[in-house]
């Protein structure tokens, strides 16, 4: 009995165009069933007979290429029947009720060698909008894995046998976490690093630890917060503005306290060195300034005067009712004129600058004024002789409007010598009368004693 097919009137179909079900029912599912209702139950008949048949209604290679649709009511027993000699296939994507086999990859071969099925392939977002069932397999390709739907929930199922679907998170309450994210079976955690030369991170392999440690050579105190608040309590600040205790001794050790200026607390308390109070230049009620200078007197009879603008020479005067004689050099009232010293400062002169007063009088009854002044330089050994006098100072006196009455003037400010002054130097003064200054206005000869140079001691 021969079946005849509708074959002659199907519709052009190509591998990427899905048949209807009504084409497939029309023009696959009856003739099929028809074959296995003329083979029976027991089709061992001429396998070329079928062959015949299959071959009469595909193509001359023997198939038929096309998306075959399949109800699953409408699929048909077929233990063998479509078997031949493995010559002949059926070759196209077969779509089973609503799950579908998608792609030219997709395909059942009958014959000797069977293609196992392949899953779909999709992406997560794909995944996420089907209705799933479970014991659906997919192949993720966003995530690179398998997954299957189970109990409710899409799980991973990775390669070469099962496991769980893990993941993993920071917990607690505060803190920065290590953990990432999860890209596909991959955990990725962040690097812990650090933020600064003050933090050192050591990977410790031997004790399988991560080590952090603080660099202490690397923290600037003075930069670190909450000192600017003064928060420091126990401590002394350098500015003076934290008084130590009143009741406690601060001790600074066997080295004592290095510092130019002691100072006292208040105005009134002076300073206690080992039970010594010291206060406004007394130890213990006794005046030290004196201890703390030295004073060189330069005389008239031991001084010249200066080869060039010199004073008068020196004469000695005598006051006839006493018999009081004095050696004197006159200044003149119209002429700036000097006069000079050679000496030896003393070895406890501490180097520094000195200070002039000046002894005189004048015959003469008024109370103008002297302009007196002095200069002077240090020498060292190998110094040249013939070099520039350091810069003068100067100091007005007043006469006392009575004739031959002593006058001593107050001190100069302090005098630079030139040169580099040193304990045991020997120093060349020169003192002089600026007449020419508009604050001299004695009229008179202003009759030089001596000047009194006051040092400070080492």
Not at 104 to 109: D, H, M, R, S, V
């Amino acid at each position: 009995m021969t079946i005849a097919y509708p074959y002659d009137d199907l519709e052009t179909v190509t591998t990427a165009t899905e048949c209807s079900v009504d084409w497939a029912n029309n023009n696959v599912v009856g003739p099929l069933n028809a074959l296995k209702t003329e083979l029976g139950d027991n089709p061992r008949g001429s396998a070329a007979s079928v062959e015949a048949r299959l071959d009469a209604e595909h193509a001359d290679d023997g198939t038929h290429s096309g998306a075959i649709v399949l109800t699953a009511d409408d699929i048909p027993v077929l233990p063998a029947y479509l078997r031949t000699d493995g010559t002949n296939s059926m070759q196209g994507n077969l779509r089973l009720g609503d799950n579908r086999l998608i792609g030219a990859g997709y395909k059942t071969q009958i014959g000797d060698h069977l293609n196992p099925p392949a899953v779909p392939v999709l992406t997560t977002a794909q995944r996420d909008a089907l209705t799933p069932t479970n014991g659906l397999i997919i192949y993720n390709d966003t995530n690179a894995c398998f997954e299957f739907y189970e109990n409710g929930t899409w799980k991973t199922g990775g390669g070469g046998g099962g496991g769980e679907a893990n993941t993993a998170s920071n917990v607690g309450t505060a803190g920065v976490g290590v953990f990432k994210q999860k890209s596909g079976v991959d955990l990725q955690f962040k690097k812990i690093n650090a933020g600064s030369s003050k933090v050192t991170i050591t990977d410790d392999t031997a004790n399988s630890e991560v080590d952090i440690d603080i660099v202490q050579a690397n923290i600037d105190h003075g930069s670190i917060g909450g000192l600017a608040d003064d928060d420091h309590t126990q401590y002394l600040l350098a500015t003076g503005a934290r008084a130590g205790s009143t009741s406690v001794a601060q001790n600074f050790g066997s080295t004592g306290i290095k510092a130019n200026v002691i100072a006292e607390s208040t105005a009134d308390a002076g300073v206690t060195v080992d039970g010594v109070l010291i206060k406004d230049g007394n130890v213990d009620g006794v005046d030290v300034s004196d201890f703390l200078t030295g004073e060189i007197f330069l005389t008239a009879a031991g001084g010249w005067p200066s080869t060039t603008a010199g004073c008068a020479a020196v004469t000695q005067v005598a006051f006839a009712t006493n018999n009081v004689d004095l050696q004197l050099a006159d200044f003149d009232p119209a002429t700036a004129e000097y006069m000079q010293w050679t000496v030896v400062m003393p070895f406890n002169w501490n180097g520094g600058t000195v200070t002039a007063r000046f002894y005189w009088l004048a015959n003469d009854t008024t109370t103008n004024s002297v302009v007196w002044g002095l200069a002077g330089r240090s020498y060292c050994d190998s110094d040249a002789i013939d070099q520039e006098w350091g810069t003068a100072k100067t100091v007005t006196d007043a006469n006392g409007g009575a004739a031959n009455q002593l006058r001593i003037s107050a001190a100069t400010s302090a005098i630079t010598l030139a040169g580099t002054p040193l304990p045991g130097e020997l120093v060349q003064f020169r003192a002089f009368r600026d007449a020419t200054n508009a604050a001299d206005t004695l009229t008179a000869d202003a009759r030089l004693i001596g000047v009194l140079i006051t040092y400070t001691k080492a």
